[in-house]
């Protein structure tokens, strides 16, 4: 046996033992595993074998048991041995002992070896994979840190610490992320999938978990259990509310959350590219908790229909941009906060409620969805759309020109019939 082949031996359990990954007693398993299978490649059965591995040394040891039989019984040399060979041993042995043999593995030849890599090199990619998918099924709802390898059209790879892919598709990252090779990028484990034994790691920066884990990471109050997180709505890189609750009646859980001066909420907005995060207080009263969602509107009241999840907003005609907020981001958000549908209307002055007509008395010459198209700007009346100007209801309702010209000349029209 030539020097390159016991190095390539040697190689081989250094390799091994070095796998901080899997523990001593499965890799001792392996190992005899591994050396067990040539075994019964090469001669039909291992069970005449013991196999004891010592892989703090990387080495092993392999002894061959056999049963003396006379010269003439002679069969399978493999589990017999004759008795004229045993007596070569030891001049004691007699016919049906046993005999103990030291074998040397190197003996087997260049095959044997090869064979032996292939078959511990597929076991323990085997097991890595394995304890990847257990160890990241363990992970998911938790945030993790990788170093970015590569990226391409529609995903990320990063590495961790240990060398294991994780990956971050494009639509679970947040629309204004801009990230380089070599940066460290945060996220929180989504799912943990394994087609084929090949465990993937799919990551998140949009989860509402992910926020809320960033939370619990600055706010200890959070992660001590004193401050809840009731509810998270979330348009990722955009805007965000929160609402928290705290058990204790001495704390402050908006208070606590956003800190002194923001300082506590700061770093969760940096870390999220500067998302609005709104943290409201929560309360089982449902049109209190409309009313905050909807902040920094101020509501004059509310009607729930608690059959269809539905409530009609009632505002002063001043405070219904508010309540619906740039590009309509302010309701969106509070209506996923609440699970209600919510319909803004403004509130009219008696002495104006004779004058102007609700559009809803349009339908028969107004498509019912333009009509939801203006609502959704907070215009619910004839007036209060008569009040913007043209430039602005094309910009705000995202409806062609022409159809805004056929609403404001069916609206106008009717204020003309009534003068």
């Known amino acids: 046996m030539s020097k390159k082949e016991t190095i390539s031996l040697i190689d081989t359990f250094s390799e091994f033992k070095e796998l901080k990954s899997i523990d001593r007693s499965t890799l001792i398993s392996v190992m005899e595993e591994s050396f067990r299978n040539v075994i019964s490649k090469m001669f039909g059965t291992d069970e005449n074998y013991d196999v004891i591995i010592n892989p703090d040394k990387g080495d092993f040891e392999i002894y061959r048991n056999r049963t003396v039989v006379a010269d003439e019984d002679l ?13 070569k041993i030891d001049e004691d042995f007699e016919i049906d002992e046993e005999v103990t043999e030291t074998v040397d593995f190197l003996s087997f030849g260049r095959r044997a ?19 990847v998918f257990s160890k990241y099924s363990e992970k998911v709802g938790q945030i993790v840190s990788a170093e970015l390898y590569q990226i391409w059209k529609k995903e990320m790879l990063l590495i961790d610490e240990d060398g294991n892919e994780l990956y971050l598709p494009k639509s679970e990252q947040i629309p204004t992320d801009f990230y380089r090779k070599g940066d460290t990028v945060r996220a929180v484990v989504a799912m943990v999938e394994n087609k084929n034994n090949n465990p993937k790691i799919i990551l998140s920066r949009i989860s509402p978990v992910f926020l809320e884990r960033l939370f619990e990471l600055e706010v200890p109050e959070i992660h001590e259990g004193l401050i809840t997180i009731k509810k998270i709505a979330r348009i990722p890189g955009e805007r965000a509310k929160v609402a928290v609750e705290s058990y204790d009646d001495r704390i402050d859980p908006v208070g606590a959350c956003v800190g002194v001066k923001g300082s506590r909420i700061h770093g969760i907005v940096r870390e999220l590219r500067n998302e609005n995060i709104d943290v409201i207080n929560y ?3 449902l049109n209190l908790f ?8 101020k509501i004059s009241s509310i009607r729930l ?6 409530a009609e907003i009632y505002l002063k005609p001043e405070e219904v941009s508010q309540a619906i907020g740039k590009g309509g981001l302010n309701i969106k958000l509070a209506s996923l906060l609440t699970g209600y549908t919510l319909d803004v209307f403004r509130e009219m002055d008696e002495d104006t409620d004779t004058e102007d007509i609700y559009l809803d008395e349009f339908s028969d010459e107004i498509d019912q969805w333009v009509i939801d198209s203006l609502k959704a700007i907070g215009c619910d009346t004839a007036k209060s759309v008569l009040a913007i100007s043209r430039q602005d209801l094309i910009r705000r309702t995202d409806l062609e020109e022409e159809t805004v010209d056929d609403v404001l000349a069916i609206l106008n029209a009717e204020f003309a019939d009534e003068e």
């Open 283 to 285: 309360t089982n009263n």
């Open 305 to 310: 229909n608690e059959e269809e999840k539905k």
């Open 75 to 87: 069969e399978d040399e493999n589990v017999e041995i004759s008795l004229t060979d045993a007596k």
């Open 113 to 131: 070896i090869l064979t032996l890599r292939q078959t511990l090199s597929s076991k323990i990619l085997e097991l890595q994979k394995d304890n």
């Open 290 to 297: 409309i009313s905050r969602a909807l902040s920094p509107a």
